[in-house]
């Protein structure tokens, strides 16, 4: 009867074991599945914010707003939610509720470049350009030790300096990122720009043409910009053919862009926008004999983009339109279908949505508002507008 006891201690102890094990058991499934709630929690705050920037690039701002919330209630500690946030109250023009939560993004992180640089551009873009300086300063300091952060605040403050005019310390700002190895377009863009500005064509057509990498249409828009001012400069019969001959290759090349969008249209109207020129450069060499006045192009109201060409066509659609369709006509007509597309805002501002064959020229004359205006209004760098966008008429 010995071996009872024995049995007994053995039975009791295979029990211990079974339960210890199955103790370890319900532990490793409790950790997975909050560790699974966590990550799908993780992934929804993400989708949300993902949501939401894409929405403000299609300038959705209560949708964006809707999105954000959802991301700030998933996570609340997410800093990416708040930023996002911020954006669409500032889209809405809801400027102290943006403020609110860009500070509330940089409470989470506040050594996150990201969250202070757009922190940064919310107080140029409301004309705020002492707080924008001090935080652009804030920006460069953390992003010291990462270049590419630190080529974003540069080229930003450039940004923010050619929107005030302030065009030589724009121009100081972009240098800082173009004396770098391999520096982003919008460097180039930005100082090219700015030289534009003062009338210095050939410095902004050396810069644009020291980019070397892919081909866009800003790049296209900016080349033929900056080589268009070359028109009146001294140049021999040789030479000025040759600049015509390139401004002809960047049209037909920016024509390419917006071909496939063109063939949609009548074969009048593909007709018109596959060679005209989307960029509105026209250059009066009288104003530009005098380098002396370095702010001319803003002073007279005359910027390279509300100073355009008129479209050019074939021969054909010329004889075509002689024949069959007055001029005023067509331009009653053509004005009347833009004001069917204007738009207001639930803050009042009209808008128009970018359409196949806008630039800013025909927007211009279409809405009788001078293209320096709406250029300041939206807030252009270039004459480019890109497609699908919500262009401001006030």
Same mark, same amino acid.
Not at 1 to 6: A, C, E
Not at 8 to 13: F, G, N, Q, T, V
Not at 196 to 216: C, E, H, K, M
Not at 340 to 366: C, F, M, Q, W
């Given at each position: =009867? ?5 049995q ?6 295979l029990?211990? !074991? &079974? ?16 560790? %699974?709630?966590?990550? $799908?929690?993780?992934?929804? /705050? ?9 929405l ?13 919330? !959802?991301?700030?209630?998933?996570? #609340? ?9 911020? +954006? ?20 989470i992180?506040?050594d ?11 107080? %140029? ?18 992003a ?6 630190l080529n ?7 940004? %923010?300096?050619? @929107? ?16 770098k ?10 100082? $090219?720009?700015?030289y ?25 828009? =900016?080349?033929?910009?900056a080589? @268009? ?6 140049? @021999?019969?040789?030479?000025? +053919? &040759?600049l ?19 063939t ?7 007709? &018109?926008?596959?060679?005209? #020129?989307?960029?509105?450069?026209? *250059? ?14 803003? @002073? ?14 074939? +021969? ?8 069959? /369709?007055?001029?005023?006509? +067509?331009?009653?007509?053509a004005?009347?279908?833009?004001k ?13 949505? *970018? ?33 699908? /966008? ?5």
């Open positions: =009867m010995n071996h009872i006891p024995k007994k201690d053995s039975l009791e102890s029990l211990n !074991m &079974i339960s210890h094990k199955n103790l370890l058991l319900l532990s490793f499934i409790g950790i997975s599945i909050l560790a %699974c709630s966590t990550t $799908t929690q993780s992934i929804n /705050t993400n989708n949300y914010i993902n949501n939401a920037n894409l403000l690039k299609q300038s959705q701002a209560n949708a964006a707003l809707e999105s954000a919330n !959802m991301a700030i209630k998933q996570d #609340p500690h997410n800093g990416y939610g708040w930023l996002v946030q911020a +954006k669409s109250y500032q889209q809405l023009q809801d400027y102290k509720a943006a403020e609110t939560s860009y500070l509330r993004a940089i409470d992180d506040d996150n470049v990201e969250f202070r640089l757009a922190y940064a551009n919310f107080f %140029c873009a409301t004309q705020k350009y002492p707080q924008a300086d001090l935080n652009y300063q804030q920006a460069a300091k953390l010291a030790n990462n270049e590419s952060e974003s605040v540069y080229i930003s403050h450039g940004d %923010c300096y050619t @929107s005030q005019n302030n065009l030589e310390s724009a121009i100081d700002s972009y240098s800082q990122v173009l004396s190895p391999n520096p982003p377009l919008a460097a180039y863009l930005g100082i $090219t720009y700015a534009i500005l003062q009338n210095n064509y050939p410095r902004a057509s050396y810069f644009i043409s020291s980019y070397d990498g892919a081909v866009t249409p800003e790049l296209l828009q =900016m080349k033929i910009t080589l @268009s001012g070359l028109k009146g400069a001294n140049l @021999s019969a040789k030479n000025k +053919k &040759i015509a001959n390139r401004i002809k290759q960047l049209k037909q090349q920016l024509a390419a862009f917006d071909q496939p969008s063109a949609s249209q009548s074969t009048e109207d593909s007709q &018109i926008i596959a060679i005209k #020129p989307t960029v509105s450069t026209k *250059i009066n060499n009288d104003k530009i004999k005098s380098s002396s006045s370095t702010n001319k192009i803003v @002073s007279t109201n005359t910027t390279l983009a509300n100073a355009a060409p008129k479209a050019v066509t074939t +021969k054909s659609y010329k004889a075509q339109s002689k024949a069959n /369709t007055p001029i005023k006509t +067509k331009s009653i007509q004005h009347s279908s833009f069917s597309r204007i738009k207001a805002s639930p803050h009042g501002k009209h808008y128009i949505v *970018i359409e196949a064959g806008d630039t800013l020229y025909n927007i211009a004359e279409k809405s009788h508002l001078s293209s320096t205006k709406l250029i300041k209004l939206n807030h252009l760098k270039t004459d480019y507008v890109p497609l699908g /966008t919500k262009f401001f008429l006030d």
